[in-house]
């Protein structure tokens, strides 16, 4: 099973949540211990500790850039545009069809003996096409 890629910044805000309720975990216990009769000096160090800790933690889950969400109406655009792009394409000279493939890097493997067209796309690295070499002037 191919595991799902997840944002480095999703992973880090999942990280710092667990750390972050981690040192809540740790403050309750050490103020379990207070109310069961530990040492209040040796506790009350802990606490400070973990406290700092959780306030350091809170700094550095500010600091984590906010995931950009689609709104369901940008969702809805992308998808009208998608519909418009199909039909263009669907109605486009077969010339400009299949420049419009090539530049897609798409290649269309027919087999016939199992009715199957396979679909691959490869695009090229965006630089490829941008830049052109030319002779002297």
């Not at 379990?32 to 040796?42: T, V």
């Amino acid at each position: 099973m191919a595991e799902q890629a997840i944002d480095p910044n999703e992973a880090a805000v999942i990280d710092l949540r667990k750390r972050l309720s981690e040192c809540d975990r740790k403050l309750s216990q050490y103020r379990s211990a207070l109310d069961a009769g530990g040492d209040p000096i040796e506790i009350s160090s802990w606490i400070n500790e973990t406290k700092s800790e959780r306030a350091r933690l809170e700094g550095e889950l500010k600091a984590v850039p906010a995931a950009q969400r689609i709104s369901v109406e940008e969702i809805r655009s992308m998808i009208e545009e998608v519909g418009d792009l199909v039909r263009l394409v669907s109605e486009a000279d077969p010339d400009d069809k299949a420049d419009l493939y090539t530049r897609l890097g798409l290649k269309l493997t027919y087999y016939p003996e199992k009715q199957y067209v396979e679909a691959r796309i490869t695009p090229e690295p965006p630089h490829v096409r941008a830049v052109c070499v030319r002779g002297g002037t």
